[in-house]
């Protein structure tokens, strides 16, 4: 016998782990994707009666699976009639034993048909965050500030187009793979910054997604190994994610760069990252990815916030801006222009930004600004800024953050 | 197989102000196309202008209203169409990028799965 709670931490590890490999090899048996959730679901509430008793497999992944694909025959030989309605999955092939060789192949061909071009990226996002990284509807629904129900509803029309249009359940070829992966790779991306920075609710950050896009990403380095965008992705996550812990105070309060302890970030991930960034830039070259986490590489390798290499964090800008053009970006390289070169030039660098409509309801826009007037202690505008930066934030724990730094320059005010 | 219509549509005035090369690199685009898909094109016409459309309107009473024109007015408007098989969307879509009207800067194909029973 095992112990109730050993089961439960194994059937929770298996799902954060192993629930994309143990769903991805169920759709290519049965070839329909509701189908296959609710068997690889149902191996997981069967995990938890079955290991209570015979203890937890070896491997427990190949346990589920074929715990899945079982149930999933068995549905398929007694409801045929019934699920006729929609067409199958194209597949290249059914496999038929009960263990195949090829777990891996599946996993990318779920990820590969939830990130398929003829879908929206919203659907992308949503079905990549639901079926690959295993978040329930309500999960999702949350983090990507839908109402549940409107997010259930554009699940379900993104898997009836996935059917009735026929995107197959497949591995794009060689030719179209480097944009297939790109699209790939956004969506990861997407669903990471969304867990880094929750965009409303209490939470600074929604451990679920974070992790969910880090192991997805980790697990498309191992499945297509040698593509250097892949390693970029995953250096970049690692790299910002090895700050997490120290990204809030005990008692709850935002912590930016400059006052977090660098001697509790993950050296380890830290290390990791470096060594992905150097293959990244090896195989591939610039790229909007390593760009970027050679900019989190530049910060990691900094002993103090003082040490921080403002020329090269501004000269990455320069090039990640022609790789990737973005107002996001200009952004970010108008505040590294700041710490290089004063609040005041910092401050002229986000001037043209002001009149950018895709930075209208932007909060890090007013919140750079209002930290350079501060800095300049023309704290009038300063406050006005920290206005606009709390009225378009959603998320409490910045929010609260914004409201210290308004009291703090309306203080000044007298 | 999956069988996939290509609706092609375009601005009917920039065809009409087609030169009579355009027309003809048209037609021999039309028949690389044929000739890429081969035995997949199960049918396909070329339409009459939007202008001959005669669109009956369901009023949910006994007779349809009866108007002069294309059922949905706009500016881009159906041009013809094939009816294809293909085995899966991706194939489908190299195949409608062959046609020749993607190679205007207006205009552009829907390809719209049938459904099919059983």
Redesign the interface.
């Known amino acids: 016998m095992t112990s109730e709670a050993e089961v439960g931490e194994a059937v929770a590890q298996a799902h954060r782990r192993e629930w994309a490999l143990v769903l991805a090899a169920t759709v290519r048996v049965v070839r329909d994707l509701d189908l296959a959730e609710e068997c690889a679901q149902e191996a997981y509430a069967q995990a938890l009666r079955t290991w209570a008793v015979s203890g937890v497999p070896e491997r427990p992944g190949a346990w589920l699976t074929t715990v899945a694909r079982n149930r999933g025959r068995d549905l398929l030989r007694r409801e045929s009639v019934l699920r006729s309605a929609l067409p199958l999955l194209v597949t290249d092939e059914v496999v038929a034993g009960p263990e195949p060789a090829e777990f891996d192949d599946d996993r990318l061909r779920l990820v590969f048909t939830c990130c398929h071009p003829a879908l929206s990226r919203d659907a992308q996002v949503a079905l990549t965050a639901r079926l690959v990284c295993g978040l329930s509807t309500v999960e999702v629904a949350r983090a990507f500030l839908v109402q549940e129900t409107a997010m259930a509803a554009r699940i379900t029309r993104a898997k009836k187009k996935i059917s009735g249009a026929r995107i197959p359940y497949r591995v794009p070829s060689a030719e179209d793979l480097p944009e297939r992966v790109g699209a790939v790779l956004e969506v990861v991306h997407l669903v990471f910054t969304t867990g880094h920075v929750a965009p409303v609710g209490a939470q600074l950050v929604r451990r679920d997604l974070v992790e969910g896009a880090v192991h997805l990403a980790r697990t498309l380095y191992q499945l297509l190994p040698g593509n250097g965008d892949v390693a970029g992705l995953l250096a970049l996550l690692l790299f910002t994610d090895a700050r997490r812990e120290t990204r809030l105070s005990g008692d709850g309060h935002l912590v930016l760069l400059d006052e977090q302890d660098r001697s509790r970030w993950d050296a380890g991930q830290i290390e990791e990252a470096a060594a992905l960034l150097a293959e990244s830039l090896r195989r591939a070259g610039p790229t909007r990815y390593s760009v970027q986490a050679a900019i989190a590489a530049v910060h990691a390798e900094a002993p103090t916030w003082a040490d921080t290499d403002w020329a090269e964090v501004s000269g990455l800008y320069d090039v990640l801006r022609r790789l990737w053009p973005s107002p996001v970006v200009e952004l970010n390289r108008a505040v590294a222009i700041g710490f290089r070169d004063g609040p005041a030039a910092g401050l002229a660098a986000l001037a043209p930004l002001l009149d950018e409509p895709a930075l209208g309801t932007y909060a890090y826009l007013s919140a750079a600004r209002a930290d350079f007037l501060r800095r300049l202690g023309r704290w009038a505008e300063a406050a006005t800024s920290y206005e606009e930066a709390l009225a378009l934030s959603g998320n409490e724990v910045e929010r609260a953050f914004l409201a210290g730094r308004l009291e703090e320059v309306a203080g000044r005010l007298g | 197989m ?1 069988k996939y219509l290509f609706l092609i549509y375009g601005d009917e005035q920039a065809w009409e102000a087609e030169s009579e090369q355009d027309r003809a690199d048209k037609r021999a685009g039309h028949g690389a196309f044929a000739a890429a898909a081969g035995a997949a094109i199960a049918g396909g016409n070329e339409l009459l202008p939007a202008a001959t459309a005669t669109s009956l309107r369901g009023t949910g009473g006994e007779r349809p209203t009866v108007t002069d024109g294309p059922f949905l007015e706009s500016k881009e408007v159906l041009g013809g169409y094939y009816l294809v098989e293909a ?4 194939a ?2 190299t195949l409608a990028g062959k046609l020749p009207e993607l190679a205007a800067a207006h205009g552009g194909v829907e ?1 719209r ?1 049938i ?2 029973m ?1």
Request: charged share 25%.
């Open positions: 999956a085995p899966d969307l991706d489908a879509t390809i799965p459904r099919t059983g």
